[in-house]
């Protein structure tokens, strides 16, 4: 076992853990491309590039319509607005601080604040309101220093440091030591970035809160996954400083300080959002690429934990899972409908597992061989980093956690390149139709009624091969839709297949099995399906003209001659547009 305890600071009194935000940015705020203060161990080969992420996707499940209304038209703007095309890696680096201030949650070098990972995020919201309150002059100011910044450099290297001093300690900064999310994202994932570096000093994990709030999963992770270590990392509470010390930087934090011709491809990135969503250098973009963004150092602690579990036998873990809670560790935010929900898992196979009752290496394994996990939100999906690419994680959420925190997990689901489902339901609450305050409230625990258990189990048995009896097309359409989004179009073929007397004359059952067919990459069975969505509604000139581009696939080139007859008889302006764009058309005609 290491030796990891907690550790008093030297000086308490040595450095006081006030900070003061009032500042000018040029006074706060660390450049590391022109400030001196930091030096890179190791240049990055990269600082952004694209990776194949996950799939995610929300779903609206509330008994009441107004709810439903909002949460479909956050999901949809969540994808139109701020959803990369791919996500990208991040590049994450490790670096030795000269005259290093380790204060609440933050790291500062040579009397700045470092911009790194998610704590960027927090030092601006911070300065925003502690500097003018929140004001948009606040912002204006930021966007002004960092375009100064920008366009005068002269460097656009990184400073290098030309040689280590083996016996510098390390210290990372903690958000806390208690919350499972930020420590494993943001602390533990950076001691990756020690791979391969020779030194011999000691390694502190800096935190802001009273000693009594830390919990015993800090150590027990480094333990399991960095054994290399042994006695020589400790925990202990801010304030402390360091002439010198070794640590890591997530570069993402500090993009809006990067070369233009570094960062402004992202913008590609976003081809459908508005347009100044699409600014990269703007505050608004940095809070969209943190979602998409995932730093190399997660990366680099998943490739560890599943390492370190190879080779051992843990058949004795369930595949299919509902993860609940101990109380004793966290807040209880049970969700109401929990025991209705589980009693229908349990007749699929599912059992009821708490990740604090297991160790780290179990908890690795449980998700590394998942097929499927349910929860209600919280922590928990932290795990999700370990994840194989074939696992479907289902999160029960609200609309609050839709606007507020589901895109805390999506980095995670990118970096495990698996399915991430969030079914979205009520609050549990005296009325459930109120939205919480959520400065004033927290997290609201969730309330899936059982019309919501039946939509979320029919979308799990339809993805486990089973697909039910629906009463009506319209419930077909919808359970389909979702299995075709969550990128499993096969499922929602075989339900197609069991509710086909359903199909005839109903157009938009007709165009999702052509979705389906065009997805499985089978042209033909596509073209059927879009006939018979012509012939369900024949005033849709869009069916006539996928019907050609299908016909055309598969050289039907008398189906081509009839589609384009019938749009050029009933939309003659369509018929001029399209024919105008594709000249090949007047050789088949």
């Known amino acids: 076992m290491l030796n990891l305890s907690l550790r008093e600071p030297e000086s308490p009194t040595a450095v006081t853990n006030k900070t003061d935000l009032t500042l000018p940015p040029e006074d706060l705020f660390f450049d590391p491309w022109s400030d001196a203060g930091m030096s890179l161990l190791r240049a990055p080969e990269y600082l952004w590039r694209p990776i194949t992420g996950g799939i995610i996707e929300g779903f609206a499940v509330s008994e009441h319509d107004t709810v439903n209304a909002k949460i479909r038209s956050h999901v949809a703007a969540a994808g139109r607005n701020r959803t990369f095309t791919t996500p990208v890696e991040y590049a994450s680096v490790p670096v030795v601080l000269d005259q290093a201030d380790y204060r609440k949650s933050y790291v500062m070098a040579g009397g700045k604040y470092l911009l790194q990972g998610a704590t960027a995020t927090r030092v601006i919201n911070s300065f925003r309101w502690d500097s003018l309150r929140g004001s948009d002059d606040a912002i204006a100011r930021l966007e002004v220093f960092f375009a100064q910044r920008r366009n005068t450099r002269l460097p656009t290297d990184l400073p290098k440091s030309?040689?280590?001093?083996?016996?510098?300690?390390?210290?990372?900064?903690?958000?806390?030591?208690?919350?499972?999310?930020?420590?494993?994202?943001?602390?533990?994932?950076?001691?990756?970035?020690?791979?391969?570096?020779?030194?011999?000093?000691?390694?502190?994990?800096?935190?802001p809160h009273p000693d009594d709030k830390h919990r015993a999963f800090c150590a027990a992770f480094v333990d399991a996954l960095f054994p290399e270590y042994a006695g020589r990392v400790f925990f202990e509470r801010v304030p402390k400083t360091y002439a010198k010390v070794l640590s890591g930087f997530d570069?993402?934090?500090?993009?809006?300080?990067?070369?233009?011709?570094?960062?402004?491809?992202?913008?590609?990135?976003?081809?459908?959002?508005?347009?100044?969503?699409?600014?990269v250098f703007s505050l608004a973009f940095h809070q969209i690429l943190e979602r998409n963004a995932v730093n190399s150092s997660l990366i680099a602690l998943r490739k560890r934990a599943l390492a370190a579990i190879e080779g051992q036998d843990f058949s004795h873990l369930p595949t299919r899972f509902f993860v609940g809670r101990d109380d004793r560790q966290s807040r209880a935010r049970h969700m109401a409908g929990e025991d209705l929900l589980i009693e229908h898992l349990q007749l699929f196979g599912f059992d009821y597992v708490v990740f604090e009752n297991l160790s780290p290496l179990e908890q690795i394994a449980l998700m590394a061989q998942a097929e499927m996990m349910v929860s209600y939100h919280g922590a928990a999906f932290t795990n999700m980093l370990f994840a194989n690419p074939q696992a479907t994680v289902i999160e029960l959420g609200t609309l609050q956690t839709a606007?507020?925190?589901?895109?805390?997990?999506?980095?995670?689901?990118?970096?495990?390149?698996?399915?991430?489902?969030?079914?979205?339901?009520?609050?549990?609450?005296?009325?459930?139709?109120?939205e919480p305050a959520f400065g004033q409230d927290g997290i609201v625990p969730t309330s899936l009624s059982e019309s919501g258990t039946a939509q979320v189990m029919a979308f799990i048995?339809?993805?486990?091969?089973?697909?039910?009896?629906?009463?009506?097309?319209?419930?077909?359409?919808?359970?389909?839709?979702?299995l075709f989004k969550v990128g499993a179009p096969d499922r929602a073929l075989a339900l197609l297949e069991v509710h086909d007397?359903?199909?005839?004359?109903?157009?938009?059952?007709?165009?999702?099995k052509a979705d389906c067919h065009k997805a499985l990459d089978e042209p033909k069975s596509e073209l059927v399906a879009l006939d018979l969505a012509f012939k369900?509604?024949?005033?849709?000139?869009?069916?006539?003209?996928?019907?050609?581009?299908?016909?055309?696939?598969?050289?039907?080139?008398?189906?081509?001659?009839?589609?384009?007859?019938?749009?050029?008889?009933?939309?003659p302006e369509r018929h001029a547009a399209f024919t105008a764009k594709h000249a090949w058309l007047r050789y088949v005609v």
Not at 255 to 266: C, D, K, V
Not at 501 to 512: N, T, Y
Not at 541 to 565: D, G
């Open 536 to 571: 369900a509604k024949p005033d849709r000139w869009q069916t006539l003209i996928r019907l050609i581009w299908c016909a055309n696939r598969c050289e039907r080139t008398q189906v081509i001659r009839w589609a384009l007859t019938r749009l050029e008889r009933d939309f």
């Open 251 to 279: 570069l993402v934090g500090s993009h809006l300080f990067a070369p233009p011709e570094e960062t402004a491809p992202l913008a590609a990135l976003l081809p459908r959002a508005r347009a100044e969503m699409t600014d």
């Open 162 to 207: 030309l040689a280590l001093e083996p016996e510098l300690n390390v210290a990372f900064e903690c958000r806390n030591t208690f919350n499972y999310f930020h420590f494993i994202t943001e602390a533990l994932a950076r001691l990756c970035l020690l791979d391969d570096i020779a030194f011999t000093g000691d390694i502190y994990f800096h935190y």
């Open 461 to 482: 048995v339809s993805l486990f091969g089973f697909p039910p009896d629906m009463p009506s097309a319209g419930s077909v359409l919808k359970l389909g839709q979702r």
């Open 501 to 512: 007397a359903m199909l005839e004359g109903h157009a938009g059952l007709c165009l999702l």
């Open 403 to 434: 606007q507020w925190r589901w895109a805390d997990f999506w980095p995670l689901a990118n970096a495990a390149r698996c399915r991430y489902v969030t079914f979205f339901a009520d609050f549990q609450q005296d009325d459930p139709l109120k």
